[in-house]
C-alpha cells in the first residue's frame, strides 16, 4: 500500500509563492499517477493538479491554471507542486493522492 507524507505548507501573503512536496514510499513509484486536491474550510475536497508516471503528461484544475505546477522527480519518489501568485482563495489543506491512498494534507494559508 502506498504511503504519502506531503511537507511544504505555510502562511505567506497574497501574491507570494510556495512549493509542496509529497513524498511516497510502500510502491514503484514509477508506477503511480500522483494527484495534488485541496480543502478549504467547509468546503469538498478539490481537485487541483495530477501528473502521469513518466511526468510528461499534466492536468490542472481552472481555478490554478498559470499559476501553479505539478512536477515530479521518480529518483526521489517524490512530487511537487509549484505554487505562484497565491491568492487568498488558494487557502486550505493540500493533500497527495495516489493509487487510492491519501497523505495527512499540510496546511496553506495565504492571508494579508
Known amino acids: 500500500q502506498v504511503q504519502l507524507v506531503e511537507s511544504g505548507g505555510g502562511l505567506v501573503q497574497p501574491g507570494e509563492s510556495l512549493r509542496l512536496s509529497c513524498a511516497a514510499s510502500g510502491h514503484t513509484f514509477s508506477d503511480l499517477a500522483l494527484n495534488w486536491y485541496r480543502q478549504a474550510p467547509g468546503t469538498g475536497r478539490e481537485f487541483v493538479a495530477a501528473i502521469g508516471r513518466r511526468g510528461d503528461s499534466t492536468l490542472y484544475a481552472d481555478s490554478v491554471k498559470g499559476r501553479f505546477t505539478i512536477s515530479r522527480e521518480n529518483a526521489k519518489n517524490t512530487v511537487y507542486l509549484q505554487m505562484d501568485d497565491l491568492k487568498t482563495d488558494d487557502t486550505g489543506i493540500y493533500y497527495c493522492?495516489?493509487?487510492?491512498?491519501w497523505g495527512p494534507g499540510t496546511q496553506v494559508t495565504v492571508s494579508s
Open positions: 493522492n495516489a493509487a487510492g491512498a
